[in-house]
């Protein structure tokens, strides 16, 4: 079982940066592969980028491809969502979500396919 808490939500100006962390409890953080996904007012949840347990693989979502990267720190059961150049179009509840993995370079963007989430964090770009 994995707990998972987002954090660095904010009001921001286009352009401007914003990292989210998103902290997992549970012993087996490093076998996770872990996604992130944003839903905005009125619209379906999308994928935004995921990364594999070996954090040897990552894949973008083509709307932030080049402007967003997510890492993560195993040591520390943490994944971040490095948020540059952004738009008011990227104001959305941004989650991240967990599924556990034998192969260390698994990702996925379907999101159906993980297994645990978080309760999301707000993030809000102004024009």
């Known amino acids: 079982q994995v707990q998972l808490v987002e954090s660095g939500g904010g009001l921001v100006q286009a352009g401007n940066s914003l990292t989210l962390s998103c902290a997992a409890s549970?012993?087996?953080?490093?076998?996770?592969?872990m996604g992130w996904f944003r839903q905005a007012p009125g619209k379906e949840r999308e994928f935004v980028a995921a990364?594999?347990?070996?954090?040897?693989?990552?894949y973008y979502a083509d709307s932030v491809k080049g402007r967003f990267t997510t890492s993560r720190d195993n040591a520390k059961n943490t994944v971040y969502l490095q948020m540059n150049s952004l738009k008011p179009e990227d104001t959305a509840v941004y989650y991240c979500?967990?599924?556990?993995?034998?192969?260390?370079?698994?990702?996925?963007?379907?999101?159906?396919?993980?297994?645990?989430w978080g309760q999301g964090t707000q993030v809000t770009v102004s024009s």
């Open positions: 979500a967990g599924k556990l993995s034998n192969s260390p370079y698994y990702y996925t963007s379907r999101s159906y396919e993980y297994d645990y």
């Open positions: 549970g012993r087996t953080f490093s076998s996770y592969a």
């Open positions: 990364i594999s347990w070996s954090a040897g693989t990552t």
